[in-house]
């Protein structure tokens, strides 16, 4: 059974940090892409990134790009998004998704999501 999920979501002050977890099992990890996306409420969901965990490729938001990075522990089947310089407009629920294409365009596996909440 594919399973992603996420941790490490939390409440913080703006210009803080926060580093999500995206901790996958039940597929080859190296196979696949992973990405991060986000949901304000309402609003649409929105890409924020993603990462190819067979050739390390990594895409962004122009939004959260020079304040997120995203990366991949393949030993752990993890991928985490450090998050800097966090704005209240960072405020979502953030939820990571597998491709098993690779290619970051079409995600098959969900997680639950956690929130992510920036005080101003």
């Known amino acids: 059974e594919v399973q992603l999920v996420e941790s490490g979501g939390g409440l913080v002050q703006a210009g803080g940090s926060l580093r999500l977890s995206c901790a996958a099992s039940?597929?080859?990890?190296?196979?696949?892409?992973i990405g991060w996306f986000r949901q304000a409420p309402g609003k649409e969901r929105e890409g924020v990134s993603c990462?190819?965990?067979?050739?390390?490729?990594?895409y962004y938001a122009d939004s959260v790009k020079g304040r997120f990075t995203i990366s991949s522990d393949n030993a752990k089947n993890t991928v985490y998004l450090q998050m800097n310089s966090l704005k209240p407009e960072d405020t979502a629920v953030y939820y990571c998704?597998?491709?098993?294409?690779?290619?970051?365009?079409?995600?098959?596996?969900w997680g639950q999501g956690t929130q992510v909440t920036v005080s101003s």
């Open positions: 998704a597998a491709d098993q294409d690779s290619s970051c365009l079409n995600f098959d596996y």
């Open positions: 039940g597929f080859t990890f190296d196979d696949y892409a």
């Open positions: 990462i190819s965990s067979s050739d390390g490729n990594t």
